[in-house]
C-alpha cells in the first residue's frame, strides 16, 4: 500500500519557469490538500479537493493552479515561478474531513533561483 | 488564524516528560496533533474532538478544552525516538461548508540520551 506519492523529490526552477507536482494517492480518499512548508512558518494551505472536479482555495493560493480530474491524482500547477515560492509542498490525503487524520506524501523541495 | 504553540522549542533527556500546548482564538471542533522529524512528512499523532473523544497514540495522551479554546499534547517517559517538531493543526470551517487543518508553526523536541 503506497498511500501519498509525490513526483519529484527535489527541483530547481529558474525564474519564469513552469512546473507541476504530481500526487497520487491509492486510499480511494475524497479529500486531497496542497501545503507549503516554510522554515519555522508549519505549513499553509495552498488549495484543497473535496472529490473529483471539486477544487477551491486555501490560504496561499497566489502563484499556483490545481485540477483534480480523478479521486487518484490532485496536480498542483506552478506557473511563471518566482523566488517566493522556494519552499517544500507537501500533498496529503484524508476519508473525511476534522475527525479523520491526513496522510501526507514525502514532500517536494523546490528551489527557485 | 495560525493556532500558537508554546513553547517553540524544549530539550529533555531520555525519560523526563514534556508538555506542548497549542491554544487558538477561534472555537475549536477538533484539533491534531503531527511529528515530523527532519526531512520527512508530518505523522499523524492524535486527533482529539469536541465531546472528549480521541483517536490515536497509545503511548502519547492529549488533552482538549474547548471553553479555553486550547489542546495540550502529553510526552511522558520520553524516547529518543520522540524527537522532532510537534504540529497541532485546527479544524478550520470555510466559506464554501468544508473545513481544513490550519497548523501552528511547531514545537521542536530534542531528546538526548
Known amino acids: 500500500n503506497a498511500g501519498v506519492t509525490q513526483t519529484p523529490k527535489f527541483r530547481i526552477l529558474k525564474i519564469g519557469q513552469s512546473m507541476t507536482l504530481q500526487c497520487t494517492q491509492d486510499?480511494?480518499?475524497?479529500?486531497m490538500y496542497w501545503y507549503r512548508q516554510d522554515p519555522g512558518m508549519g505549513l499553509k494551505l495552498i488549495y484543497y479537493s473535496v472529490g473529483a472536479g471539486i477544487t477551491d482555495k486555501g490560504e496561499v493560493p497566489n502563484g499556483y493552479n490545481v485540477s483534480r480530474s480523478t479521486t487518484e491524482d490532485f496536480p498542483l500547477r506552478l506557473e511563471l515561478a518566482a523566488p517566493s515560492q522556494t519552499s517544500v509542498y507537501f500533498c496529503?490525503?484524508?476519508?473525511?474531513?476534522?475527525?479523520?487524520?491526513?496522510?501526507f506524501g514525502n514532500g517536494t523541495r523546490l528551489t527557485v533561483t | 488564524q495560525q493556532p500558537v504553540q508554546s513553547p517553540q522549542a524544549v530539550i529533555l533527556r531520555e525519560g523526563e516528560d514534556a508538555v506542548i500546548n497549542c491554544s487558538s482564538s477561534k472555537a475549536l471542533y477538533s484539533v491534531h496533533w503531527y511529528r515530523q522529524k527532519h526531512g520527512e512528512a508530518p505523522v499523524f499523532l492524535m486527533i482529539l474532538l469536541k465531546g472528549g473523544e480521541q483517536k490515536g497514540h497509545e503511548k502519547i495522551s492529549a488533552s482538549f478544552n474547548e471553553k479555553k479554546q486550547q489542546s495540550s499534547l502529553y510526552l511522558t517517559a520520553s524516547q529518543l525516538s520522540y524527537s522532532g517538531t510537534y504540529f497541532c493543526g485546527t479544524e478550520t470551517p470555510l466559506r464554501s461548508g468544508y473545513s481544513t487543518l490550519t497548523f501552528g508553526k511547531g514545537t521542536m523536541l530534542l531528546v538526548s540520551p
Open positions: 496529503a490525503s484524508s476519508y473525511s474531513q476534522g475527525a479523520s487524520p491526513l496522510h
Open positions: 486510499m480511494n480518499h475524497n479529500y
